[in-house]
Protein backbone atom coordinates (compact mmCIF):
# COMPACT_ATOMS: atom_id res chain seq x y z
CA UNK A 1 0.00 0.00 0.00
CA UNK A 2 1.32 3.77 -0.96
CA UNK A 3 -1.14 5.46 0.98
CA UNK A 4 -2.22 7.38 -1.56
CA UNK A 5 -6.15 7.27 -1.66
CA UNK A 6 -8.72 8.16 -3.92
CA UNK A 7 -12.49 8.53 -3.91
CA UNK A 8 -14.84 7.88 -5.72
CA UNK A 9 -13.90 4.30 -7.08
CA UNK A 10 -16.04 4.17 -9.61
CA UNK A 11 -18.04 6.84 -11.21
CA UNK A 12 -20.93 6.71 -14.20
CA UNK A 13 -22.04 10.18 -15.55
CA UNK A 14 -23.40 10.91 -19.01
CA UNK A 15 -22.39 13.40 -21.84
CA UNK A 16 -21.89 17.51 -20.79
CA UNK A 17 -21.97 16.49 -16.72
CA UNK A 18 -19.51 17.71 -14.45
CA UNK A 19 -17.21 15.55 -12.36
CA UNK A 20 -14.66 15.69 -9.15
CA UNK A 21 -12.23 13.22 -8.15
CA UNK A 22 -10.37 13.46 -5.16
CA UNK A 23 -6.93 12.38 -4.05
CA UNK A 24 -4.86 12.45 -0.53
CA UNK A 25 -1.26 11.85 -1.14
CA UNK A 26 1.44 9.65 0.64
CA UNK A 27 2.13 11.55 4.13
CA UNK A 28 5.33 13.59 4.02
CA UNK A 29 4.49 13.95 0.27
CA UNK A 30 3.65 17.58 -0.82
CA UNK A 31 2.99 17.04 -4.56
CA UNK A 32 0.25 15.36 -6.80
CA UNK A 33 -0.02 14.25 -10.71
CA UNK A 34 -2.88 13.18 -12.26
CA UNK A 35 -3.12 10.88 -15.16
CA UNK A 36 -5.55 9.51 -17.09
CA UNK A 37 -5.76 5.89 -18.39
CA UNK A 38 -7.47 4.42 -21.27
CA UNK A 39 -8.05 1.27 -21.54
CA UNK A 40 -5.22 -1.17 -22.63
CA UNK A 41 -2.56 2.26 -22.54
CA UNK A 42 -0.10 3.35 -20.28
CA UNK A 43 -1.17 6.42 -18.02
CA UNK A 44 -1.14 10.21 -19.84
CA UNK A 45 -0.26 12.82 -18.11
CA UNK A 46 -3.17 15.52 -17.33
CA UNK A 47 -1.48 18.00 -15.20
CA UNK A 48 0.73 18.23 -11.61
CA UNK A 49 -0.39 20.15 -8.25
CA UNK A 50 2.62 21.88 -6.06
CA UNK A 51 2.13 24.51 -3.41
CA UNK A 52 -1.22 24.55 -4.15
CA UNK A 53 -0.44 25.78 -7.98
CA UNK A 54 -0.25 24.18 -11.01
CA UNK A 55 3.22 23.08 -11.74
CA UNK A 56 3.55 21.73 -15.42
CA UNK A 57 0.22 20.04 -17.71
CA UNK A 58 0.18 17.30 -20.55
CA UNK A 59 -2.26 17.88 -23.37
CA UNK A 60 -5.29 18.28 -22.00
CA UNK A 61 -8.17 21.09 -22.62
CA UNK A 62 -8.81 23.41 -20.11
CA UNK A 63 -12.30 21.42 -19.33
CA UNK A 64 -9.57 19.64 -17.05
CA UNK A 65 -8.81 21.58 -14.13
CA UNK A 66 -7.40 20.91 -10.89
CA UNK A 67 -6.89 22.12 -6.88
CA UNK A 68 -4.47 21.34 -4.30
CA UNK A 69 -5.29 22.00 -0.32
CA UNK A 70 -3.47 23.21 2.45
CA UNK A 71 -3.69 19.62 3.37
CA UNK A 72 -1.42 18.17 0.16
CA UNK A 73 -4.66 16.68 -1.34
CA UNK A 74 -6.05 17.34 -4.44
CA UNK A 75 -9.16 17.40 -6.85
CA UNK A 76 -9.57 16.95 -10.62
CA UNK A 77 -12.59 18.86 -12.24
CA UNK A 78 -13.77 18.03 -15.56
CA UNK A 79 -16.11 19.68 -17.10
CA UNK A 80 -18.57 18.90 -20.22
CA UNK A 81 -17.59 15.37 -19.98
CA UNK A 82 -17.27 13.79 -22.84
CA UNK A 83 -17.94 10.04 -24.13
CA UNK A 84 -13.65 9.83 -24.34
CA UNK A 85 -13.18 11.07 -21.01
CA UNK A 86 -14.13 7.08 -19.86
CA UNK A 87 -10.76 5.71 -17.93
CA UNK A 88 -9.58 5.66 -15.15
CA UNK A 89 -7.51 8.41 -13.53
CA UNK A 90 -5.17 7.85 -11.28
CA UNK A 91 -3.11 9.87 -8.77
CA UNK A 92 0.47 10.18 -7.95
CA UNK A 93 2.18 11.40 -4.92
CA UNK A 94 5.80 12.49 -4.55
CA UNK A 95 7.96 15.12 -3.28
CA UNK A 96 8.98 17.94 -4.31
CA UNK A 97 12.55 19.87 -3.15
CA UNK A 98 14.44 16.76 -2.68
CA UNK A 99 16.73 14.21 -5.58
CA UNK A 100 14.15 11.67 -5.67
CA UNK A 101 11.23 12.08 -7.63
CA UNK A 102 9.48 8.76 -7.58
CA UNK A 103 5.97 8.77 -7.99
CA UNK A 104 3.75 6.45 -5.75
CA UNK A 105 0.28 6.35 -7.12
CA UNK A 106 -3.32 5.75 -6.06
CA UNK A 107 -5.68 2.76 -6.58
CA UNK A 108 -7.48 5.06 -9.48
CA UNK A 109 -10.99 5.87 -10.07
CA UNK A 110 -12.91 4.57 -12.83
CA UNK A 111 -15.25 6.81 -14.96
CA UNK A 112 -17.28 5.63 -17.44
CA UNK A 113 -19.38 8.40 -19.49
CA UNK A 114 -22.71 7.70 -21.48
CA UNK B 1 9.12 12.77 -31.40
CA UNK B 2 9.34 11.72 -28.20
CA UNK B 3 7.78 8.09 -26.90
CA UNK B 4 8.38 5.22 -24.68
CA UNK B 5 8.03 2.04 -26.37
CA UNK B 6 8.04 -1.26 -25.19
CA UNK B 7 9.36 -4.47 -27.74
CA UNK B 8 7.15 -7.10 -26.84
CA UNK B 9 3.28 -6.62 -25.57
CA UNK B 10 2.92 -9.56 -24.27
CA UNK B 11 5.45 -12.29 -22.35
CA UNK B 12 3.96 -15.79 -21.09
CA UNK B 13 6.75 -17.77 -19.15
CA UNK B 14 6.97 -20.73 -16.72
CA UNK B 15 6.94 -20.28 -13.08
CA UNK B 16 10.19 -20.51 -11.87
CA UNK B 17 12.19 -19.34 -14.92
CA UNK B 18 13.34 -15.75 -15.47
CA UNK B 19 11.51 -12.95 -17.13
CA UNK B 20 12.42 -10.06 -19.08
CA UNK B 21 10.46 -7.22 -20.52
CA UNK B 22 12.44 -4.41 -22.25
CA UNK B 23 11.23 -0.89 -22.79
CA UNK B 24 12.67 1.90 -25.37
CA UNK B 25 12.59 5.36 -25.16
CA UNK B 26 13.69 7.98 -27.50
CA UNK B 27 14.57 10.91 -25.50
CA UNK B 28 18.16 11.26 -24.38
CA UNK B 29 17.43 13.66 -21.71
CA UNK B 30 15.50 11.21 -19.77
CA UNK B 31 17.60 11.04 -16.23
CA UNK B 32 15.07 8.79 -14.47
CA UNK B 33 13.42 5.66 -15.22
CA UNK B 34 10.75 3.87 -13.21
CA UNK B 35 9.34 0.15 -13.80
CA UNK B 36 5.55 0.29 -12.21
CA UNK B 37 3.59 -2.91 -12.21
CA UNK B 38 -0.18 -2.80 -13.03
CA UNK B 39 -2.59 -5.95 -11.67
CA UNK B 40 -5.99 -5.49 -13.03
CA UNK B 41 -8.11 -3.30 -11.93
CA UNK B 42 -5.27 -1.76 -9.18
CA UNK B 43 -3.27 1.77 -9.69
CA UNK B 44 0.29 1.31 -11.10
CA UNK B 45 2.88 -0.26 -8.18
CA UNK B 46 6.76 0.58 -7.73
CA UNK B 47 8.99 -1.77 -8.82
CA UNK B 48 12.49 -0.13 -8.91
CA UNK B 49 13.95 2.96 -10.28
CA UNK B 50 17.28 3.81 -11.48
CA UNK B 51 18.73 7.15 -12.79
CA UNK B 52 20.59 7.56 -16.14
CA UNK B 53 24.37 8.14 -13.75
CA UNK B 54 23.93 4.12 -13.24
CA UNK B 55 23.28 0.99 -15.81
CA UNK B 56 22.03 -1.36 -13.34
CA UNK B 57 20.25 -1.70 -10.05
CA UNK B 58 19.65 -4.54 -8.31
CA UNK B 59 16.04 -5.17 -6.09
CA UNK B 60 14.40 -8.01 -4.60
CA UNK B 61 14.65 -10.79 -7.51
CA UNK B 62 14.23 -7.89 -9.74
CA UNK B 63 17.34 -6.19 -11.80
CA UNK B 64 16.86 -2.74 -14.16
CA UNK B 65 19.58 -2.62 -16.49
CA UNK B 66 20.04 1.33 -18.52
CA UNK B 67 21.67 1.23 -21.84
CA UNK B 68 21.86 4.95 -22.65
CA UNK B 69 24.03 4.22 -25.70
CA UNK B 70 21.26 2.48 -27.21
CA UNK B 71 18.23 4.45 -25.35
CA UNK B 72 17.03 1.10 -23.59
CA UNK B 73 15.99 -0.14 -20.36
CA UNK B 74 15.01 -3.92 -19.17
CA UNK B 75 13.63 -5.38 -16.30
CA UNK B 76 14.29 -8.71 -15.28
CA UNK B 77 12.74 -10.90 -12.57
CA UNK B 78 14.12 -13.88 -11.72
CA UNK B 79 12.08 -16.77 -10.59
CA UNK B 80 9.27 -15.59 -11.81
CA UNK B 81 5.93 -16.79 -9.38
CA UNK B 82 2.39 -16.67 -10.73
CA UNK B 83 1.57 -13.45 -8.16
CA UNK B 84 3.73 -11.53 -11.09
CA UNK B 85 1.40 -11.92 -13.78
CA UNK B 86 0.59 -8.25 -14.06
CA UNK B 87 1.00 -5.40 -16.92
CA UNK B 88 4.87 -3.95 -16.53
CA UNK B 89 5.30 -0.52 -17.59
CA UNK B 90 8.48 1.48 -17.84
CA UNK B 91 8.30 5.39 -17.12
CA UNK B 92 11.03 8.08 -17.92
CA UNK B 93 11.43 11.36 -16.70
CA UNK B 94 13.47 14.82 -18.07
CA UNK B 95 15.34 16.74 -15.38
CA UNK B 96 13.69 19.49 -16.69
CA UNK B 97 10.01 18.00 -16.59
CA UNK B 98 8.00 16.55 -13.31
CA UNK B 99 6.14 14.59 -15.63
CA UNK B 100 6.56 10.76 -16.72
CA UNK B 101 5.68 9.22 -19.84
CA UNK B 102 4.72 6.05 -19.87
CA UNK B 103 4.87 3.28 -22.78
CA UNK B 104 1.89 1.19 -23.49
CA UNK B 105 2.70 -1.99 -21.29
CA UNK B 106 4.41 -5.10 -21.27
CA UNK B 107 1.71 -8.16 -20.09
CA UNK B 108 3.18 -10.92 -18.53
CA UNK B 109 1.80 -14.04 -17.73
CA UNK B 110 2.95 -16.51 -15.47
CA UNK B 111 2.23 -20.44 -16.59
CA UNK B 112 2.25 -22.70 -13.06
Not at chain 2, 75 to 98: H, K, M, W
Request: glycine fraction near 10%.
Amino acid sequence: ETGVTQSPTHLIKTRGQQVTLRCSSQSGHNTVSWYQQALGQGPQFIFQYYREEENGRGNFPPRFSGLQFPNYSSELNVNALELDDSALYLCASSFTGGAIKTQYFGPGTRLLVL
Amino acid sequence: GESVGLHLPTLSVQEGDNSIINCAYSNSASDYFIWYKQESGKGPQFIIDIRSNMDKRQGQRVTVLLNKTVKHLSLQIAATQPGDSAVYFCAENRNTGNQFYFGTGTSLTVIP
